[in-house]
C-alpha cells in the first residue's frame, strides 16, 4: 500500500506562508508529478512528507495513518535527490546496500536485495566499482537502487534528473517510467520541468507560489487548463495570449472582438461578462497558414527550422513582437514576409480578467486524452 493524503497542509517560514493548505490525495501506486517554477514550494511539500521538514499545521496521512510525529525512517518513505547523496569511499554495491546495512539486515538477504535492485536498473557490471568512475546517469540509478532495496511504500524524487545532460535526461525519463511499471510503487515525481511532467506522471499537480493551480491528467491540463498560469505552464512552445473584448455570452458560446473581427468561442459564459475585457489564449500548434474563423496576419522575425515543424516567433498585426506559431514540417514561410494566419474557434481558450478559465465545451474525445485503443477493445 502506498496512499498519501495530505490535509490542509500548511508550511511557514517564520512569517512567510510557503504552503497555503493543501489538499491532495495521491492514490496507491500512482504515478504523480508535483511541477511548478522555481521557489514555489515543491521541495518545502516533498520534504515535509518525507519528514525531514516539520509541517506548520494540517495532516500528513500515508495509509489512513498520521504521520507527522514519525521520523522519516518510519514513515515507509525513500527519498531520491538531485544531488546523488552517494558515499564516494564506498562500493556501488556498499551505496546500494546502506539503508539496510542500518537495518543490520543478515548478509544473504541483502545481497539478494542489492543483486535485484541492480538487475533492475542495469547496473550488475558496476557493483564493484566506485561512484567516482560512473557516468551522471549511472549514479543518479545508484541512488534510485538505495531507494529501491528499501522497499518504501511510497518514492519520493526531488528534480532527480536535473543534473543530466538531455539525452541522458530522456533516457532516464524512460527507465523511471519502467521502473513504476515494474515496481508499482506510489511515486512523487518533483520537476520544474513541464516535458518531465507531461511525460511520466500519470497526474500532474501544478504549484504556484505554495497553492495548487490545478490538478490533472497530462492531456486534461493541455487541452483544459484552469487558468492563466496553467495554460502557460504547460506546453511548449508558450500559448499566446490575446487581448479581446467580450460581446456576448448566450448558449453557443462566448462572443468576443478581437480588432473588429467577431468570434464565437464554444466556452461557458457566465453573468456579466459583456463588455469586459478578456484573454484568449491559443496555441502554437493550433496556428494554421490561410483564413479561419479568426484571421490575421503575422511577420515573423526568426524563424526555427526543426525538420518535424517550423517555428516562426513573429509580431502579430504588426504589434505583439512575441507572437509564436508552430507549423508542421517544413513550412513555406520566410523571416520578414507577412503571413496569413487563421485560428479555429474550437482551438481557442478564453480567460477571465482575473486568469481564470472559462470552461471550454470542446467535448475530448479518446484521440485527445491518448485513451484510444489499438485494434478495436
Ligand atoms: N529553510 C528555509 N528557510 C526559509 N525559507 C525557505 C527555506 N527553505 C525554502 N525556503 C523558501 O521557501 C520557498 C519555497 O522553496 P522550495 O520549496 O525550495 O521551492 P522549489 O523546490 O519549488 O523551488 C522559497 O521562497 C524559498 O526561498
Ligand atoms: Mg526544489
Do not use: W
Not at 506548520?56 to 538531485?82: C, E, H, W, Y
Not at 552517494?86 to 539478494?112: D, G, Q, S, W
Not at 487563421?342 to 485513451?371: K, N, P, Q, Y
Amino acid at each position: 500500500m502506498g496512499q498519501l493524503n495530505l490535509n490542509k497542509v500548511q508550511k511557514f517560514y517564520g512569517t512567510f506562508e510557503v504552503l497555503k493548505g493543501i489538499e491532495l490525495e495521491v492514490r496507491n501506486g500512482e504515478f504523480v508529478v508535483f511541477v511548478g517554477p522555481s521557489g514555489c514550494g515543491k521541495s518545502t511539500l516533498l520534504r515535509m512528507i518525507a519528514g525531514l521538514d516539520e509541517t506548520s499545521t494540517g495532516d500528513i496521512m500515508i495509509d489512513g495513518k498520521r504521520v507527522n510525529d514519525l521520523p522519516p525512517v518510519k514513515r515507509g518513505i525513500a527519498m531520491v535527490f538531485q544531488s546523488y547523496a552517494l558515499y564516494p569511499h564506498m562500493t556501488v554495491f556498499e551505496n546500494i546496500a546502506f539503508p539496510l546495512r542500518v537495518e543490520k539486515m543478515p548478509e544473504e538477504k541483502l545481497k539478494a536485495k542489492v543483486e535485484n535492485a541492480a538487475r533492475i536498473l542495469h547496473l550488475e557490471q558496476r557493483l564493484q566499482q566506485k561512484p567516482g568512475l560512473l557516468s551522471g546517469g549511472q549514479r543518479q540509478r545508484v541512488a534510485i537502487g538505495r531507494a529501491i532495496v528499501r522497499e518504501p511504500k511510497i518514492f519520493l524524487f526531488d528534480e532527480p534528473l536535473s543534473n543530466l545532460d538531455a539525452a541522458l535526461r530522456a533516457d532516464m525519463r524512460i527507465e523511471l517510467a519502467k521502473l513504476h511499471k515494474q515496481l508499482k510503487a506510489t511515486m512523487i515525481y518533483v520537476t520544474h520541468d513541464q516535458v518531465e511532467a507531461m511525460t511520466m506522471a500519470d497526474r500532474i499537480v501544478v504549484l504556484n507560489a505554495g497553492e495548487i493551480s490545478q490538478t490533472g491528467a497530462p492531456l486534461e491540463l493541455y487541452h483544459k487548463p484552469a487558468n492563466m498560469f496553467v495554460a502557460g505552464f504547460i506546453g511548449n512552445p508558450r500559448m499566446n495570449m490575446l487581448p479581446v473584448v467580450c460581446k456576448a455570452a448566450g448558449d453557443g458560446g462566448v462572443e468576443v472582438e478581437y480588432k473588429g473581427q467577431s468570434v464565437t468561442i464554444p466556452v461557458g459564459g457566465r453573468p456579466g461578462l459583456v463588455g469586459q475585457p478578456l484573454t484568449l489564449g491559443v496555441r502554437p500548434e493550433h496556428i494554421h497558414i490561410g483564413k479561419s474563423d479568426l484571421s490575421m496576419t503575422v511577420v515573423p522575425s526568426v524563424i526555427e527550422r526543426l525538420g518535424a515543424h517550423t517555428v516562426a516567433y513573429a509580431s502579430l498585426d504588426g504589434e505583439s513582437e512575441n507572437f509564436c506559431a508552430m507549423l508542421p514540417g517544413s513550412a513555406a514561410i520566410r523571416a520578414d514576409e507577412v503571413v496569413p494566419i487563421g485560428i479555429a474557434a474550437t482551438d481557442c481558450h478564453l480567460f477571465d480578467a482575473s486568469g481564470v478559465a472559462l470552461e471550454r465545451r470542446v467535448e475530448l474525445t479518446d484521440i485527445d486524452m491518448g485513451l484510444l485503443k489499438i485494434g478495436g477493445g
